[in-house]
């Protein structure tokens, strides 16, 4: 993207957020730019109605009116300088959420796949870095570039007025300070690029240390030693490289600063020599050596806002890089049915992950019914998860296809197909919400008397009716430590309030994914026993490793290198005493 275009993206999407506040920062800015040219002349005016009054002895009346006039402008520039910052901090609040939905709003498009790719978290990372700080300082960059630029006008005219040299001269002073801000702003942008990954680590092993999920075992194998060096080392090796660039940055800047400093006070020294020679008032003097000072003060503004825009621009691009990431197109986008009438098929399914070599699954067919109930088993890495995430349609196959009722699963629309859909996965995520919350993922719990009944209907399904009774407020309980009042959950209560989480929906389809591996063994009996009773006429497919739960299945299937090695009934593959039979006796053994 050039930059021209990207400087109108980045206006057009502030602008968008607020168009108000948009066009009052734009007054404030212009309004300021022409200040500072009014604060020289009336200056100039003051000094020498000044020196009439002391000197000659003229009415001190208009040596008032300017230092009247002189007071408004100050005040007024006050008032301005606080209206922007307010402007400034309110444009910053809104741009920074509205960045953010952005962002937030891609993410939950883009295929599930990428966050199963570390090159796709390095884009996320240069995305998200310093994202709404960036995008609203470039335009206040380009604000205040105007504001100098009309300043600049302003202060160029009046230098005329003294010398037509003058101008032309201080105009050229601008080249040298572009050409080291532009070399500062691509130097950090390379080495912050570089460090993407290693900046993630150093993240992830400081979060480690200050996360309630790892303290458990960083205590008890007394890891703090090891992941503090980890992070000590990471972090330190980023920051000598990032200062070894702005120590180069400032050698540059100090000298290229410097010499034209000096070029603008040797200006002021010719014109005290010349002025032995050319009649000037001290007021003219006064105002041409603050002319000289804030045609300095601008160009440099100019030349450092125009380097920001260039530094900011780099990261800016690659926010918007992200946000143009391509999102896979519904090709039909066709409603769900109500029903479940010709079942689900799973068509010569092969499923690999970015950056691996071997499938996971390996040309895998399979046929469920309607209505029917159906366990996978197979060992770890069998591909038993995966298989459930591909036919929920989170994987895309690498090829094959997936068709419910004998349509593809890309064909149809994604809320549609998640309105007949459900899952408990053996990673559930804790919502450290309400309980109802965590269960509805709803603003309220209780609308109305529908979603009331859905509620307690899913929590007894899920056994957690004698849960929430003992607890205070209910559904109302604030889950997890994080927040005040919270209550925390055993590993096991937190599986129900997911599995209640899949029956708070009016599924066709359900997936279970080592639904109960937390819970006791009664509460396994009583989940799987509820499953079979408000699953009657909807299709459940489940997985579990405690092979005893898979006898209520009508038929099982037995997963092993990404194949289906074996399909049958229970007895069936006990009476074929090959792969099932192996890894049912195994487990048979320790209750004998």
């Given at each position: 993207?050039?930059?021209?275009?990207?400087?109108?993206?980045?206006m057009?999407?502030?602008?968008?957020?607020?168009?108000?506040?948009?066009?009052?920062?734009?007054?404030?800015?212009?309004?300021?730019a022409?200040?500072?040219?009014?604060?020289?002349?009336?200056?100039?005016?003051?000094?020498?109605?000044v020196t009439?009054?002391?000197?000659?002895?003229?009415?001190?009346?208009?040596?008032?009116?300017?230092?009247?006039?002189?007071?408004?402008?100050?005040?007024?520039?006050?008032?301005?300088?606080?209206?922007?910052?307010?402007?400034?901090?309110?444009?910053n609040?809104?741009?920074?959420?509205?960045?953010?939905?952005?962002?937030?709003?891609?993410?939950?498009?883009?295929?599930?796949?990428?966050?199963?790719?570390?090159?796709?978290?390095d884009?996320?990372?240069r995305?998200?870095?310093?994202?709404?700080?960036?995008?609203?300082?470039?335009?206040?960059?380009?604000?205040?570039?105007?504001?100098?630029?009309?300043?600049l006008?302003?202060?160029?005219?009046?230098?005329?007025?003294?010398?037509?040299?003058?101008?032309?001269?201080?105009?050229?002073?601008?080249?040298?300070?572009?050409?080291?801000?532009?070399?500062?702003?691509?130097?950090?942008f390379?080495?912050?690029?570089?460090?993407?990954?290693?900046?993630?680590?150093?993240?992830?092993?400081?979060?480690?240390?200050?996360?309630?999920?790892?303290?458990?075992?960083?205590?008890?194998?007394?890891?703090?030693?090891?992941?503090?060096?980890?992070?000590?080392?990471?972090?330190f090796?980023?920051?000598?490289?990032?200062?070894?660039?702005?120590?180069?940055?400032?050698?540059?800047?100090?000298?290229?600063?410097?010499?034209?400093?000096?070029?603008?006070?040797?200006?002021?020294?010719?014109?005290?020599?010349?002025?032995?020679?050319?009649?000037?008032?001290?007021?003219?003097?006064?105002?041409?050596y603050?002319?000289?000072?804030?045609?300095?003060?601008?160009?440099?503004?100019?030349?450092q806002n125009?380097?920001?825009?260039?530094?900011?621009?780099?990261?800016?691009?690659?926010?918007?890089?992200?946000?143009?990431?391509?999102?896979?197109?519904?090709?039909?986008?066709?409603?769900?049915?109500g029903?479940?009438?010709?079942?689900?098929?799973?068509?010569?399914?092969?499923?690999?992950?970015?950056?691996?070599?071997r499938?996971?699954?390996?040309?895998?067919?399979?046929?469920?019914?309607?209505?029917?109930?159906v366990?996978?088993v197979?060992?770890?890495?069998?591909?038993?998860?995966?298989?459930?995430?591909?036919?929920?349609?989170?994987?895309?196959?690498?090829?094959?296809?997936?068709?419910?009722?004998?349509?593809?699963?890309?064909?149809?629309?994604?809320?549609?197909?998640?309105?007949?859909?459900?899952?408990?996965?053996?990673?559930?995520y804790?919502?450290?919400?309400?309980?109802?919350?965590?269960?509805?993922?709803?603003?309220?719990?209780?609308?109305?008397?529908?979603?009331?009944?859905?509620?307690?209907?899913?929590?007894d399904?899920a056994?957690?009716?004698?849960?929430?009774?003992?607890?205070?407020?209910?559904?109302s309980?604030?889950?997890?430590t994080?927040?005040?009042?919270?209550?925390?959950l055993?590993?096991?209560?937190w599986?129900?309030?997911?599995?209640?989480?899949?029956?708070?929906?009016?599924?066709?389809?359900?997936?279970?994914?080592?639904?109960t591996?937390?819970?006791?063994?009664?509460?396994?009996?009583?989940?799987?026993?509820?499953?079979?009773?408000?699953?009657?006429?909807?299709?459940a497919?489940?997985?579990?490793?405690?092979?005893?739960?898979?006898?209520?299945?009508?038929?099982?299937?037995?997963?092993?290198?990404?194949?289906?090695?074996?399909?049958?009934?229970?007895?069936?593959?006990?009476?074929?005493?090959?792969?099932?039979?192996?890894?049912?006796?195994?487990?048979?053994?320790?209750?004998?």
């Amino acid at each position: 993207m050039k930059y021209a275009n990207l400087i109108f993206e980045v206006m057009k999407q502030v602008y968008r957020v607020s168009p108000r506040m948009f066009s009052r920062a734009t007054v404030i800015y212009l309004a300021q730019a022409f200040l500072p040219v009014a604060q020289i002349y009336i200056t100039a005016q003051v000094i020498n109605a000044v020196t009439g009054v002391l000197t000659r002895g003229e009415t001190p009346l208009s040596a008032l009116y300017w230092l009247v006039l002189q007071l408004t402008v100050i005040l007024l520039g006050i008032a301005l300088s606080s209206f922007q910052k307010y402007t400034e901090r309110k444009m910053n609040a809104y741009v920074s959420f509205w960045f953010n939905l952005q962002v937030s709003e891609k993410l939950s498009k883009l295929p599930f796949l990428f966050f199963e790719s570390p090159e796709s978290y390095d884009k996320l990372q240069r995305a998200l870095r310093n994202l709404s700080i960036c995008g609203i300082n470039m335009v206040f960059y380009i604000f205040s570039i105007i504001q100098s630029v009309i300043t600049l006008a302003g202060l160029l005219v009046l230098l005329f007025s003294f010398h037509y040299i003058l101008p032309i001269v201080m105009l050229l002073l601008i080249i040298p300070l572009l050409v080291i801000q532009k070399k500062e702003g691509a130097s950090r942008f390379i080495v912050i690029h570089q460090q993407t990954a290693s900046s993630r680590m150093a993240v992830y092993m400081n979060q480690l240390l200050q996360t309630k999920e790892a303290a458990k075992e960083i205590r008890l194998f007394d890891a703090k030693d090891f992941l503090l060096s980890r992070w000590r080392d990471i972090y330190f090796k980023n920051t000598y490289e990032m200062l070894g660039v702005e120590r180069k940055n400032m050698k540059n800047r100090l000298v290229v600063e410097s010499a034209v400093t000096i070029f603008s006070f040797s200006i002021l020294a010719v014109f005290i020599w010349l002025g032995s020679r050319v009649k000037l008032t001290i007021g003219s003097y006064v105002a041409l050596y603050q002319a000289v000072q804030d045609t300095r003060y601008s160009i440099q503004n100019i030349s450092q806002n125009m380097g920001q825009i260039y530094h900011d621009g780099l990261f800016i691009h690659e926010l918007f890089e992200f946000l143009d990431t391509p999102v896979p197109q519904q090709s039909k986008e066709l409603p769900m049915a109500g029903q479940l009438f010709q079942g689900i098929e799973v068509d010569r399914v092969s499923f690999r992950y970015p950056s691996q070599e071997r499938n996971i699954l390996d040309d895998l067919s399979i046929r469920i019914k309607p209505g029917e109930k159906v366990a996978i088993v197979g060992e770890n890495g069998a591909g038993k998860s995966t298989l459930v995430k591909v036919m929920l349609g989170l994987y895309e196959p690498t090829s094959g296809e997936v068709r419910y009722n004998n349509i593809p699963i890309h064909d149809y629309d994604p809320t549609s197909f998640r309105s007949k859909v459900t899952a408990v996965f053996q990673d559930f995520y804790r919502y450290e919400l309400t309980l109802g919350a965590n269960i509805t993922l709803q603003e309220s719990e209780t609308d109305d008397w529908k979603s009331e009944r859905q509620l307690t209907h899913a929590i007894d399904k899920a056994s957690m009716t004698s849960l929430v009774n003992s607890l205070r407020d209910g559904v109302s309980t604030q889950l997890g430590t994080r927040f005040s009042g919270g209550r925390e959950l055993s590993q096991g209560q937190w599986q129900k309030v997911a599995i209640a989480r899949a029956f708070y929906r009016d599924f066709e389809v359900i997936y279970l994914d080592e639904p109960t591996a937390a819970v006791d063994p009664l509460t396994e009996s009583a989940i799987f026993e509820n499953l079979m009773s408000i699953t009657e006429g909807k299709t459940a497919i489940f997985i579990s490793h405690r092979l005893g739960s898979c006898r209520q299945a009508d038929r099982i299937l037995v997963l092993k290198d990404g194949r289906i090695v074996e399909e049958g009934r229970h007895e069936e593959l006990i009476e074929q005493d090959a792969h099932y039979a192996e890894m049912f006796n195994k487990q048979a053994q320790w209750y004998r």
